[in-house]
């Protein structure tokens, strides 16, 4: 007889996770078959090419400079608005987040119309400083607010100023959060295509939605692809070797500090954030709004079609990924062991690759296995739910992992039900973290472009593509009511993160 309060292993719930991991790893067979099928002669010889050279050369570029410009970005704004006598804390504190809400092709978009002689790699690290510093700022700010002020302000008895301090003793204890806000950066600057195609700035990804479009994909396409990966893959491994075991101890009970006082670096300081919040909000949203003036009652009718389909299509993948996130939390946090550590690592590997692999694959997979579902929302809601799912699962676990099994053991010896039980207590109190989860998921899908483009039923238009549509034919006036929806339909989620990381509701 098995002792009470003992747990068997849910093998059942365990299969069922297992084949949504199989269906999420689809991605990682398309890179290993792709590979298999052009074989490695055909393979060398389609990539070493000048053209594939210069690609490389492009893409590790932008990746080392895009993550260095957002975490000083991101890292000096973050002790700026926490550590210092920064005028105005308040207004910068939401400012510097609000960028979030702006999706970098809209970006790209603002900045195209007012200098269309913006471009190259210099214009790329640009617009990716600008859209994706946010991602470094807000684990920053959540850091510090976690870390004891107690060794800044021995620093400062020492008589260090107020920048020593900051390099010597904050700096090396946001290096989690610095690592991890970088990763995630630069997994999104291997991933996007609109805001450098706007720019004419190659990449692996622009490389291959060309091929695609110019040969249905083909043997260029999956080569670019295994490259892609394979530089994603490069990204992760370093991320963990980087963050390796390391831990920072916080005190017990952790306090507000003082305040550095920046003196004569105030005007500076202030000035530099000014001059930021411009590029990365003011000229995007600026020219969007200058553009809406300009738009007519039909450009902004054709969006309300546009609109539902995002709603609806955000929503199902934010649905189907509760669906599977739930009982792979469920295992990790309740029944941890190697088998529940596979399974939860697999969704994390798939979420690493770019859009456009994941959107090859689904295509490859559908015309090959099931061709009733070649283009049609269901093949676009599971790539929403392959590409987000870590964004809900992350959460999920954490806010699953604070919920004691003694609670629903507690009901049970009253006599209720196990399954009564979870849904009595477990569920009410996970319900936060499941709501801020799923409002990530619709933010990414609602602003998704390129596997939307691929994989969307023909005469489906969401807000996102219905924008591309337009801008990427130099139309910008009938571009401007989407990019206004798009930022519209952001705010929300953009909120919550800021309100999870500051500690603010």
Request: proline share 6%; net charge positive; with cysteine.
């Amino acid at each position: 007889m098995r002792p009470r309060g003992a747990r068997s292993y849910p093998w059942m719930l365990a299969i069922g996770v297992a084949a949504a991991a199989a269906i999420a790893l689809i991605p990682v067979g398309y890179v290993v078959v792709s590979s298999i099928q052009t074989g490695l002669p055909r393979l060398v010889e389609l990539l070493v090419r000048p053209r594939v050279a210069e690609l490389t050369v492009n893409t590790v570029l932008l990746v080392v400079l895009g993550v260095a410009a957002t975490l000083v970005v991101g890292i000096g704004g973050a002790w700026l608005v926490e550590r210092t006598s920064l005028p105005l804390r308040r207004f910068f504190a939401i400012a510097l987040a609000a960028p979030l809400a702006i999706p970098a092709f809209v970006t790209s978009y603002g900045w195209a119309s007012v200098a269309p002689w913006l471009g190259g790699l210099g214009g790329a690290v640009l617009i990716a400083a600008c859209a994706y510093s946010p991602l470094v700022y807000l684990p920053a700010v959540a850091a510090l607010r976690g870390l004891d002020p107690a060794l800044e302000e021995s620093a400062r008895s020492l008589g260090l100023g107020p920048w020593r301090v900051f390099a010597r003793v904050v700096l090396p204890q946001l290096r989690m959060a610095a690592i991890g806000g970088g990763l995630v950066v630069g997994l999104h600057l291997l991933a996007e295509y609109g805001a450098f195609a706007f720019l004419e700035f190659g990449t692996f990804t622009t490389a291959i939605m060309d091929a695609y479009r110019a040969n249905f994909g083909g043997a260029l396409a999956a080569a670019l692809g295994v490259v892609l990966a394979a530089l994603c893959l490069l990204l992760v491994i370093g991320e963990n070797r980087l963050r390796g075991t390391s831990r920072l101890s916080r005190s017990a009970a952790s306090r507000p500090g003082g305040r550095a006082d920046l003196g004569r670096w105030t005007a500076p300081a202030v000035l530099a954030l000014l001059v930021f919040l411009s590029a990365a909000v003011l000229v995007p949203l600026s020219s969007v709004l200058r553009w809406s003036l300009s738009s007519g009652l039909d450009d902004w009718t054709s969006v309300v079609p546009a609109a539902g389909q995002t709603v609806l299509l955000s929503v199902g993948g934010a649905l189907v990924c509760l669906l599977v996130a739930l009982p792979v939390a469920w295992l990790a946090v309740r029944h941890r062991g190697r088998i529940s550590g596979t399974l939860e690592g697999a969704f994390y590997v798939a979420g690493s690759f770019p859009a456009i692999i994941v959107a090859l694959a689904l295509v490859g997979v559908t015309l090959t296995v099931a061709p009733m579902l070649y283009q049609t929302a269901v093949t676009v809601i599971v790539a929403y739910a392959i590409l987000f799912l870590p964004r809900l699962l992350v959460p999920l676990r954490a806010g699953l992992a604070q919920i004691s099994p003694a609670w629903e053991e507690s009901a049970r010896s009253l006599g209720v039900p196990p399954w009564r039980a979870r849904l009595r207590v477990t569920v009410p109190l996970l319900v936060p973290a499941a709501a801020s989860g799923a409002a990530l998921v619709a933010l990414g899908a609602s602003n998704e472009l390129t596997a939307t483009l691929l994989l969307a039923p023909i005469g489906t238009e969401t807000v996102a593509t219905g924008f591309w549509s337009a801008a990427s034919a130099l139309d910008y006036v009938s571009a401007a009511p989407y990019a206004l929806t798009l930022i519209a339909l952001s705010v929300p989620a953009v909120h919550l993160m800021f309100s999870e990381a500051t500690g603010r509701a």
